[in-house]
């Protein structure tokens, strides 16, 4: 994560990109030790003796190592997420600059605010920081499409729930 400790104002909303970050590698940390139990507990069932088909049609052995391989997988991608954002390298926006990862977006629209961080991997990740949620985004999801090289100021339309909305970015750091 840098040296550095930046503390920017947004919205009299004070934030630490470093304790952002660290709270968002808490939380992927604590996903990752539930991925773990559940993969042991797994590999544990699928491997197990009863879990040997009795018949042509018992697969619940088969399934069970289905489900161990998916839980291995996502213990594997969460590992690489928390290794991404140890290695995010934080930039400071302004007015002008425009939003990519590291970013943390507060967009307004029909009266409420909602805040999103553009990071690389981990897309969904909530995180509560200085009493306000924020939302874990990445480039490749529909909003993080959409919010890709913005601005301050700029507004976007979208679909959400069949309904046409707009938004303002009212502010990037």
């Known amino acids: 994560m840098g040296g550095q400790i930046r503390i920017l104002c947004i919205t009299h909303f004070i934030v630490n990109k470093n304790a952002l970050i660290a709270k968002i590698i808490e939380q992927l940390t604590a996903?990752?030790?539930?991925?773990?139990?559940?993969?042991?507990?797994?590999?544990?069932?699928?491997?197990?003796?009863?879990?040997?088909?009795?018949?042509?049609?018992?697969t619940r052995g088969l399934e069970a190592s289905y489900l161990a391989r998916g839980q291995s997988r996502q213990l594997a991608e969460t590992e690489q997420a928390i290794k991404q954002f140890e290695m995010l390298a934080l930039l400071e926006f302004g007015p002008n600059v425009p939003i990519q990862l590291s970013a943390l977006v507060e967009l307004e629209g029909s009266g409420e605010r909602a805040f999103y961080f553009m990071?690389?991997?981990?897309?969904?990740?909530?995180?509560?920081?200085?009493?306000k949620e924020i939302l874990v985004i990445t480039p490749q999801s529909p909003l993080g499409v959409q919010l890709m090289g913005r601005k301050q100021g700029d507004r976007l339309r979208m679909e959400i729930g069949g309904l046409m909305n707009e938004y303002r970015v009212a502010s990037v750091l």
Request: glycine share 8%.
């Open 119 to 131: 990071g690389p991997r981990a897309g969904g990740t909530e995180i509560t920081h200085e009493e």
């Open 31 to 58: 996903e990752l030790e539930l991925f773990a139990k559940a993969a042991r507990a797994s590999h544990a069932e699928a491997t197990h003796e009863q879990s040997k088909a009795e018949s042509k049609y018992d």
